[in-house]
């Protein structure tokens, strides 16, 4: 099974700063990974796919970056709405694994 | 308009059984792979099971292998979810998502199972 582990846990910032979250998997993974924002009493809602794909309806400032093992969420620009949990997830041989989640709160 | 509309959830007792459904709509259902992913309250997300369309094969995690079943019904645009055999540990929120390319694009609103007794 691949590991995705996301870091930091918590992400403490105001809005208008820039928001850097990590994903790393404990092995390679194709172009599967995605990227998802959660908030509290909602479905997750789909922001990136296939590493660095914004999804129907997401705003610019949501960009995602990476390969192999290493992947990036970058929020620049923070919106009061964007304060939330993010989570990212891979498919590979038809088994899904998601991080354990960043939670992105107001300083 | 793309729809996912979850039901069955409830309480049920430890060791109990649970069959959760999924009514589809918006697209052409057998064309694509859905899943189950679950959230235990205060948790994150875990996938639970994937049946891809026309019968091209079906996909648990480890955690409830042998225990949850799941099964669609194409002609019906439904996705079904056994549940057997329920520990307290099975308590979340079950969403219904549609897998396109990997990721899921569209979400239910989830059904709540809590098995207590």
């Known amino acids: 099974e691949i590991v995705l582990t996301q870091s930091p846990a918590t992400l403490s910032l105001s809005p208008g700063e820039r928001a850097t979250l990590s994903c790393r998997a404990s092995q390679s993974v194709s172009s599967y990974l995605a990227w998802y924002q959660q908030k509290p009493g909602q479905a997750p809602r789909l922001l990136i796919s296939g590493a660095s794909n914004r999804a129907t309806g997401i705003p610019a400032r949501f960009s995602g970056s990476g390969s192999g093992t290493d992947f990036t969420l970058t929020i620049s620009n923070l919106e009061p709405e964007d304060f939330a949990v993010y989570y990212c997830q891979q498919r590979s041989d038809w088994r899904y694994t998601f991080g354990q989640g960043t939670k992105l709160e107001i300083k | 308009e793309v729809q996912l509309l979850e039901s069955g959830g409830g309480l049920v007792q430890p060791g109990g059984s649970l069959r959760l459904s999924c009514a589809a709509s918006g697209f052409t259902f057998s064309n694509y792979a859905m899943s189950w992913v679950r959230q235990a309250p205060g948790k994150g997300l875990e996938w639970v099971s994937a049946?891809?369309?026309?019968?091209?094969?079906?996909y648990s995690a480890d955690s409830v292998k042998g225990r949850f079943t799941v099964s669609r019904d194409d002609s019906k645009n439904t996705l079904y979810l056994q549940m057997n055999t329920l520990r307290t540990e099975d308590t979340a929120v079950y969403y219904c998502?549609?897998?396109?390319?990997?990721?899921?694009?569209?979400w239910g609103q989830g059904t709540a199972v809590t098995v207590s007794s």
């Open positions: 049946a891809r369309g026309s019968g091209r094969g079906t």
């Open positions: 998502a549609k897998d396109i390319g990997g990721s899921f694009a569209y």
